[in-house]
T-cell receptor, first 115, second 112 residues
Framework: DTGVSQDPRHKITKRGQNVTFRCDPI?????LYWYRQTLGQGPEFLTYFQNEAQLEKSRLLSDRFSAERPKGSFSTLEIQRTEQGDSAMYLCASSFRWGGVYEQFFGPGTRLTVL | QQQVKQSPQSLIVQKGGIPIINCAYE??????FPWYQQFPGKGPALLIA???DVSEKKEGRFTISFNKSAKQFSLHIMDSQPGDSATYFC???????????WGAGTKLIIKP
């Protein structure tokens, strides 16, 4: 499968615990994005990387959230001291400049439930 | 104003009908307008996209109409099928950092 993959697909945790999600982008895609999507809403931008550099972070990304993309390949998103409001689908997308366009291809998402 | 307003919130159409989903924006710094299709439990999948210098784009049964002066764009689905039942999102991309700003989504149901 050459698409974007995310792991785990589902995560249930208790409030206050730390969680980490992984995203593997499409090979050779140099841009990687993280979004959060709550039920009935469109995705909200969290952050993006170009290669290993984190170029932008949304104000939605509180101090409890951190993202990394070591070596410009896979990325991890960690949430510390989870809160019930963190329950959402976390989506990863990757893109590559082709024909002047960076089309974003999405993974299946990680659904987080904080009890 | 970095918002994309999408309507309707939900839509029910008979098989073979032409559902139309509308989006409007205010920010002129958008340079690319994609539509995504999302099935329950899946990530969004790119359906079709248009640049603001084009007024219409057609790919198979899907057509985007774009009105630059009105800052509006819409998705038409020809000969709709029950398999088209999904949530559709319009989005607009900022030309400064390629960040996508999303509409709230339209839940489409195609009745057999």
């Amino acid at each position: 499968d050459t698409g974007v993959s995310q792991d785990p697909r589902h995560k249930i945790t208790k409030r206050g615990q730390n969680v980490t999600f992984r995203c593997d982008p499409i090979s050779e895609h140099n841009r990687l994005y993280w979004y959060r999507q709550t039920l009935g809403q469109g995705p909200e931008f969290l952050t993006y990387f170009q290669n290993e550099a984190q170029l932008e972070k949304s104000r939605l990304l509180s101090d409890r959230f951190s993202a990394e993309r070591p070596k410009g390949s896979f990325s991890t998103l960690e949430i510390q001291r989870t809160e019930q409001g963190d329950s959402a689908m976390y989506l990863c997308a990757s893109s590559f400049r082709w024909g002047g366009v960076y089309e974003q291809f999405f993974g299946p998402g990680t659904r987080l439930t904080v009890l | 104003q970095q918002q994309v307003k999408q309507s309707p919130q939900s839509l029910i159409v008979q098989k073979g009908g032409i559902p139309i989903i509308n989006c409007a924006y205010e920010n002129t710094a958008f340079d690319y307008f994609p539509w995504y299709q999302q099935f329950p439990g899946k990530g969004p999948a790119l359906l079709i996209a248009i640049r603001p210098d084009v007024s219409e784009k057609k790919e198979g049964r899907f057509t985007i109409s774009f009105n630059k002066s009105a800052k509006q764009f819409s998705l038409h689905i020809m000969d709709s099928q029950p398999g088209d039942s999904a949530t559709y999102f319009c989005a607009a991309r900022l030309d400064s950092n390629y960040q996508l700003i999303w509409g709230a989504g339209t839940k489409l149901i195609i009745k057999p």
